[in-house]
C-alpha cells in the first residue's frame, strides 16, 4: 500500500468531476433529479425501489420473510434501480426518497400512498404494520431498536470507509485502509461478543435487528463484501460465523438475497420480482440450463 502525497486542503472546497474512483461517475455534491422519469407501478400494494445491495437486502428478506409467516398483506414488486447508471436520481425516484438512496417504498395498502426510505426506516414500518419481528414488550423492543440502530450508525464506518478506501478508491491509502480496518474489525468484536451470549442480536427471537445486520456483516463474514474477508480475518469470529450460517438456513433470507441481484452467479439472481412464481421460474431456467 502507498500513501498519496500531503494534501492542504483549499479555504473553499470545489467540486473536482475528475477525482476518481468507482462511483465518480454518480457522486456529486447537489441533490434533487437529474432527469424526469417516473416510477413504474406493478399490482401489489408494496411497490419496492431497489438493487441488493446490503441495505436493500435488508426489504427483501424482511418481506419474504412476512410472505412465509402468511401475511398476502407483504406482496410486493420489487423494481430494479440501476444506481451504477444513475437512475436513483429519477424525478419519480427522488419523489420517493429525496436522498437519491436505494431502497425506497410506497406503501399503496391504504387510502394514500406512503412513502417511506431509508432501510432502517422500511423495516420498521413493515414490521410494525404486520406485527413482526418486532418485540412489543419495553426491554425486548428497545434491545432490537439499540441493534437496528447500532447497524445503521456503524455500517457507513464498514462501507463508505473501509470498503471505499480498500476497494473501490483510485488509490491505496494506508493510513484510510488501516483506520477503518481497525473500525470494521471492532465492529465485528462487537457482533462476537453479543452473539457469545445470546442466540439471535436482540435476544432468543429473530428481529428485524438480525435482519439489518446480516446483509453487512454476515455478508462481511462469509466473504461477499469487498474480498476482504482474509485481510479481516472473518475466520476468527466464531460466534458471528454460527450467527450469519444459522440465517443463510433460513429460505426466505435466501430468496430476498436474490431479488434486484445483479452481480455473483446468474442463478442467484432475480432482477425484477412480480410474483412468488418469479423464484419458481428462475429454479426451473436453472435445471433447464443444467440439464
Same mark, same amino acid.
Given at each position: ?10 479555504? %473553499?472546497? +470545489? ?23 417516473? @416510477?413504474? %407501478? ?16 435488508? +426489504?427483501?428478506?424482511? !418481506?419474504?420473510? !412476512?410472505?412465509? @409467516? ?23 425516484? +427522488? ?8 431502497? #425506497? ?39 432490537? @431498536?439499540?441493534?437496528?440502530? =447500532? ?37 465485528? $468484536? %462487537?457482533? $462476537? ?16 435487528? $438480525? ?12 466473504? =461477499? ?8 480475518? +472473518? ?9 450469519? $450460517?444459522?440465517? @443463510? ?26 410474483? #412468488? ?9 436453472? !435445471?433447464?440450463?443444467?440439464?
Amino acid at each position: 500500500m502507498t500513501d498519496t502525497p500531503d494534501y492542504t486542503p483549499p479555504k %473553499v472546497w +470545489v467540486w473536482n468531476k475528475e477525482n476518481g474512483g468507482r462511483f465518480a461517475n454518480i457522486n456529486r455534491p447537489i441533490a434533487g433529479p437529474l432527469q424526469d422519469k417516473e @416510477l413504474p %407501478v406493478g399490482k401489489h400494494p408494496l411497490q419496492l425501489y431497489s438493487l441488493a445491495t446490503p441495505n436493500g437486502q435488508k +426489504v427483501t428478506i424482511l !418481506l419474504e420473510e !412476512l410472505l412465509a @409467516l402468511g401475511h398476502a398483506g407483504a406482496e410486493y414488486d420489487a423494481w430494479l434501480i440501476k444506481i451504477g447508471e444513475g437512475e436513483q436520481f429519477g424525478s419519480g425516484f +427522488v419523489g420517493v426518497n429525496p436522498n437519491s438512496k436505494i431502497p #425506497a417504498l410506497m406503501d399503496r395498502s391504504g387510502p394514500q400512498p406512503i412513502r417511506v426510505f431509508e432501510s432502517g426506516a422500511i423495516l420498521m414500518h413493515l414490521a410494525e404494520k404486520f406485527g413482526e419481528f418486532l418485540p412489543t414488550e419495553p426491554a425486548a423492543r428497545a434491545e432490537c @431498536l439499540s441493534w437496528l440502530f =447500532w447497524q445503521m450508525g456503524s455500517a457507513p464506518y464498514l462501507g463508505g470507509g473501509f470498503g471505499h478506501f480498500y476497494a473501490y478508491a483510485p488509490v491505496k491509502i494506508e493510513y484510510a485502509i488501516n483506520r477503518f480496518a481497525m473500525e470494521t474489525k471492532r465492529q465485528l $468484536d %462487537v457482533l $462476537d461478543r453479543r452473539l457469545s451470549e445470546s442466540e439471535y442480536i436482540a435476544g432468543a427471537s429473530y428481529t428485524i435487528a $438480525d435482519i439489518a445486520i446480516f446483509p453487512w456483516y454476515g455478508g462481511l463474514a462469509k466473504g =461477499w463484501i469487498y474480498g476482504a474477508g482474509e485481510f479481516l480475518a +472473518v475466520q476468527d469470529y466464531k460466534h458471528l460465523q454460527r450467527w450469519a $450460517d444459522a440465517l @443463510l438456513e433460513r429460505p426466505a433470507v435466501t430468496r430476498g438475497r436474490m431479488v434486484n441481484r445483479m452481480s455473483g452467479d446468474p442463478a442467484g439472481q432475480l432482477r425484477e420480482r412480480h410474483d #412468488a412464481q418469479d423464484f419458481d421460474t428462475k429454479t426451473q431456467d436453472k !435445471l433447464a440450463a443444467g440439464s
